[in-house]
Structures are given as structure tokens and as C-alpha cells.
């Protein structure tokens, strides 16, 4: 399967900017979604198309991907927004999941 | 409302079939849209993609599981299925149904299941 990479953490200060990188080959020039899963629930999308936000997810949600790596930005990070994300690709007929990134709003 | 729920047994011994089934409401998994899947998830681990089948019943699987993997459709239950054969432990993990959108030149796994844990043990 097609194989992402992701840090095992990151930490913000609340109202800070967090970013949350996601490499893999050729990356830029596939497709990135973002998840969203906190304790005991489903996987939430937060970003499809690298950079579009389905509806009701906050503005302060954004994503970019260029190169090798994509990005999950999260601009004026809140409480709420601890959690595990999660990048993910398609390599012609195989998805991919990064492994996640544990983000922990300090 | 789209709403995916998963069913089935919670326990599973090694060397038997492991079966699942997803029951879809507020859509219709004879729709041509979309893709209809299975994710897992080992316990504190992250997610595997293992397969998915469309309306018209052609289906693709991870290739590291493909030997095993069977998953078929009933559009007469609105249902989709998985069947893992020859479980170890390995397979022990939290599996989601889920819907994959295909739109504007780009998929993505819009609505999801709750879940179900599935552990491999004799």
C-alpha cells in the first residue's frame, strides 16, 4: 500500500497555529484528506482536495500539499481540537493512511 | 441523514472467518457515486484501508489482504460485507464501514460507521 508518514506528535498552545505534516512519494501530485478522531469515536474528515473544508468544519481548519509533503493547518488551535489526525492518498488503486499524528493542546 | 452501522460478531477464533456486515440508511449503496468500504484499526494503532466495492459489485482490496478478503453487496438489505478468512491476532482490531465519495476528480471517506471491535482469540 501506498505509504505516508507522519510525526507521532505535536504540540500547541491554545490559540497558537499547529501544523502537521504528511510526506509519502510524490504526494503533490495526488489527492490529501485529513481525519479527525478523538477517544472512542469515528474518524471525522476535516480536509478532501488538499485544501477543502467540508461544511462544518471551522475556518481555522486549512490544508496545502506540494512536492512530497502535505500539511494540516490549524490556525487559533482550540481545546477541542485535541486529538489524533490522520493524512490519507490514493496511489492509483491502493489507499493510503499515514500513521497519525497526535496533536495535544498544551 | 446518511448512517452506516456495523454488525457482527466481537469474537473470533484464530483460523476462522471473520464476518461483518454494514447496514446503510438515508442513502443507497446501489448509488454509482460512490465507494463503499472497510477500514480497520488495530487498538492504538492507525488505520488500514482493506477494500471496497462498488454498485455494480467490482471490488479492490489492499493487496496485503487480498488473499483473504471477500466483500460483497446486498442491495436488497441496502447492506455490504466483509469477510476476512484465516484470522490471527494480527487481525484483531476496531473495523469501520464506511462511504467514499467520488467528486470533481477527488474521492474521500465522507461518512463513517461507529465501529466494531472484532478480536481474534481462541
Known amino acids: 500500500s501506498y505509504e505516508l508518514t507522519q510525526p507521532p506528535s505535536v504540540s500547541v498552545s491554545p490559540g497558537q497555529t499547529a501544523s502537521i505534516t504528511c510526506s509519502g512519494d510524490k504526494l503533490g501530485d495526488k489527492y490529501a484528506c485529513w481525519y479527525q478522531q478523538k477517544p472512542g469515536q469515528s474518524p471525522l474528515l476535516v480536509i478532501y482536495?488538499?485544501?477543502k473544508r467540508p461544511s462544518g468544519i471551522p475556518e481555522r481548519f486549512s490544508g496545502s500539499n506540494s512536492g512530497n509533503t502535505a500539511t494540516l493547518t490549524i490556525s487559533g488551535t482550540q481545546a477541542a481540537d485535541e486529538a489524533d489526525y490522520f493524512c490519507?492518498?490514493?496511489?492509483?488503486?491502493?489507499?493510503?493512511f499515514g500513521g497519525g499524528t497526535k496533536l495535544t493542546v498544551l | 441523514q446518511v448512517q452506516l452501522q456495523e454488525s457482527g460478531p466481537g469474537l473470533v477464533k484464530p483460523s476462522e472467518t471473520l464476518s461483518l456486515t454494514c447496514t446503510v440508511s438515508?442513502?443507497?449503496?446501489?448509488?454509482?457515486?460512490?465507494?463503499w468500504s472497510w477500514i480497520r484499526q488495530p487498538p492504538g494503532k492507525g488505520l488500514e484501508w482493506v477494500g471496497y466495492i462498488l454498485y455494480s459489485g467490482s471490488t479492490n482490496y489492499n493487496p496485503s489482504l487480498k488473499s483473504r478478503v471477500t466483500i460483497s453487496l446486498d442491495t436488497s438489505k441496502n447492506q455490504f460485507s466483509l469477510k476476512l478468512s484465516s484470522v490471527t491476532a494480527a487481525d484483531t482490531a476496531v473495523y469501520y464501514c464506511?462511504?467514499?465519495?467520488?467528486?470533481?476528480?477527488?474521492?474521500?471517506?465522507?461518512?463513517w460507521g461507529q465501529g466494531t471491535l472484532v478480536t481474534v482469540s481462541s
Open positions: 438515508g442513502d443507497s449503496v446501489s448509488s454509482g457515486r460512490y465507494f
Open positions: 482536495r488538499d485544501t
Open positions: 490519507q492518498a490514493w496511489d492509483t488503486t491502493t489507499a493510503g
Open positions: 464506511a462511504r467514499e465519495t467520488l467528486a470533481a476528480g477527488t474521492r474521500y471517506f465522507d461518512y
